[in-house]
């Protein structure tokens, strides 16, 4: 069976709203059609999934196409679970054409990107006459649940990485139990196996790929362009499934940030934003300054740095930080840190942050500060005592750089 081409924009609007009504439409959470990398040596293995669009609690009415044409080739679409994920035929494409005939001839920039994909793979890629073809997967996520398939675990990293879900907002669960570890030979996943099993031969005919690391995420530069005006001088400082807000500079050296993690406006990052860390706008991560993740000393919970706060060099910090916050330079603040505050100081520190709940006691635990404004944290070059006090330097980025 295939679908007659739709005349004009009010006829598919009515297709949509028929279709959406029926027995079998559930509207995802998120869908796309990925190119898929298989495996050299496991063909069945999905190495990497390549999301030419994403969409992410929107487009509705391209969902319902997607769902209609599978069915009208013949596909049994299971919405009981929290993903649904299949090959894609010719039949499904030739359907999906014929639904978006009124858009067709105006899918081009940034207009109807599905019609666009759909375009593509009809152009470029001839896809057998009858049967699925093995480059293409449609992926459907119903539900934020534990991921399930390489591809949605990269359908996830891809919402995290464009900025359409939230950091640390999405359910990975899992998801390194999912990926494979791969050779990265720029953009091309390989199967170590494999590798292996033909060294002698690559190395023999002199061409044994390059490979820039080993890991199960690929870099954010390999699926993601980023604003025009952020930058990042070294692509292997940033993990697929990072957020960078743009405006946000990630220089060569100690940077990098891992997945899930990354800047919700304007930073400089010349430290490490470790997984789930997130760092407030005009705020500079100094040098080899490290922000520990869920899994390096915060007993799980994620850290959060404010806005318009400074990293010294080598500094660390695990506890969340709040606006305005300076911590020096070779100083670790984490939960446990014994911190030395005077009483003078100690007043002006209650005055700016007067939900605080504590009483002048000298010396506190780093957690009792945790998410305060506008402190300032020193080492006592002669005790060794960690000190802080109000902070009166005002944090600001150079715009003409972000």
Same mark, same amino acid.
């Given at each position: 069976?295939?679908?007659?081409?739709?005349?004009?924009?009010?006829?598919?609007?009515?297709?949509?709203?028929?279709?959406?009504?029926?027995?079998?439409?559930?509207?995802?959470?998120?869908?796309?059609?990925?190119?898929?990398?298989?495996?050299?040596?496991?063909?069945?293995?999905?190495?990497?999934?390549?999301?030419?669009?994403?969409?992410?609690?929107?487009?509705?009415?391209?969902?319902?196409?997607?769902?209609?044409?599978?069915?009208?080739?013949?596909?049994?679409?299971?919405?009981?679970?929290?993903?649904?994920?299949?090959?894609?035929?010719?039949?499904?494409?030739?359907?999906?054409?014929?639904?978006?005939?009124?858009?067709?001839?105006?899918?081009?920039?940034?207009?109807?990107?599905?019609?666009?994909?759909?375009?593509?793979?009809? %152009?470029? /890629?001839? #896809?057998?006459?009858? &049967?699925?073809?093995?480059?293409?997967?449609? !992926?459907?996520? =119903?539900?934020?649940?534990?991921?399930?398939?390489?591809?949605?675990?990269?359908?996830?990293?891809?919402?995290?990485?464009?900025?359409?879900?939230?950091?640390?907002?999405?359910?990975?669960?899992?998801?390194?139990?999912?990926?494979?570890?791969?050779?990265?030979?720029?953009?091309?996943?390989?199967?170590?196996?494999?590798?292996?099993? %033909?060294? /002698?031969? #690559?190395?023999?005919? &002199?061409?044994?790929?390059?490979?820039?690391? !080993?890991?199960? =995420?690929?870099?954010?530069?390999?699926?993601?362009?980023?604003?025009?005006?952020?930058?990042?001088?070294?692509?292997?400082?940033?993990?697929?499934?990072?957020?960078?807000?743009?405006?946000?500079?990630?220089?060569?050296?100690?940077?990098?940030?891992?997945?899930?993690?990354?800047?919700?406006?304007?930073?400089?990052?010349?430290?490490?934003?470790?997984?789930?860390?997130?760092?407030?706008?005009?705020?500079?991560?100094?040098?080899?300054?490290?922000?520990?993740?869920?899994?390096?000393?915060?007993?799980?919970?994620?850290?959060?740095?404010?806005?318009?706060?400074?990293?010294?060099?080598?500094?660390?910090?695990?506890?969340?930080?709040?606006?305005?916050?300076?911590?020096?330079?070779?100083?670790?603040?984490?939960?446990?840190?014994?911190?030395?505050?005077?009483?003078?100081?100690?007043?002006?520190?209650?005055?700016?942050?007067?939900?605080?709940?504590?009483?002048?006691?000298?010396?506190?635990?780093?957690?009792?500060?945790?998410?305060?404004?506008?402190?300032?944290?020193?080492?006592?070059?002669?005790?060794?005592?960690?000190?802080?006090?109000?902070?009166?330097?005002?944090?600001?980025?150079?715009?003409?750089?972000?």
């Amino acid at each position: 069976m295939a679908f007659e081409k739709i005349k004009d924009s009010e006829a598919f609007a009515e297709f949509i709203e028929a279709y959406k009504s029926g027995g079998t439409y559930r509207e995802p959470v998120g869908f796309g059609i990925a190119r898929v990398d298989r495996g050299q040596k496991n063909s069945e293995k999905i190495l990497q999934a390549t999301y030419p669009t994403v969409n992410w609690c929107e487009n509705y009415g391209s969902a319902a196409v997607f769902m209609a044409s599978l069915e009208e080739s013949g596909v049994t679409i299971d919405t009981s679970g929290s993903e649904f994920v299949t090959g894609i035929s010719r039949e499904f494409i030739d359907n999906a054409k014929a639904l978006f005939a009124p858009y067709l001839e105006e899918a081009v920039g940034e207009a109807h990107k599905n019609v666009q994909v759909i375009k593509a793979i009809d %152009n470029v /890629i001839a #896809l057998e006459e009858e &049967g699925e073809t093995e480059s293409f997967r449609l !992926v459907f996520l =119903f539900a934020d649940a534990a991921p399930c398939s390489v591809e949605s675990v990269y359908l996830k990293l891809y919402a995290l990485s464009l900025g359409k879900a939230p950091l640390r907002g999405l359910n990975l669960d899992g998801a390194f139990g999912i990926l494979e570890n791969v050779a990265w030979s720029g953009n091309a996943p390989i199967e170590l196996a494999w590798l292996r099993e %033909n060294e /002698i031969m #690559l190395k023999v005919d &002199g061409v044994y790929p390059e490979i820039t690391s !080993v890991d199960k =995420f690929p870099r954010y530069l390999q699926h993601v362009i980023p604003a025009d005006n952020t930058r990042i001088l070294d692509s292997s400082k940033v993990r697929m499934g990072a957020q960078l807000h743009p405006g946000t500079t990630v220089m060569p050296g100690a940077s990098y940030v891992n997945f899930n993690a990354g800047t919700t406006g304007p930073v400089m990052v010349e430290g490490r934003i470790s997984s789930s860390a997130v760092v407030g706008s005009g705020s500079d991560v100094g040098g080899g300054a490290s922000i520990l993740g869920v899994l390096s000393g915060t007993d799980g919970n994620p850290i959060t740095v404010g806005q318009n706060t400074l990293l010294g060099a080598n500094s660390v910090t695990g506890i969340p930080l709040g606006d305005g916050c300076i911590v020096d330079a070779g100083v670790a603040i984490l939960a446990g840190t014994k911190v030395v505050i005077d009483t003078e100081e100690f007043k002006k520190i209650k005055e700016a942050n007067p939900d605080w709940d504590a009483q002048d006691t000298d010396v506190f635990k780093g957690a009792k500060l945790a998410g305060l404004n506008g402190i300032h944290f020193r080492q006592d070059s002669i005790s060794g005592e960690v000190k802080a006090f109000r902070s009166t330097r005002e944090v600001k980025l150079n715009e003409a750089l972000h």
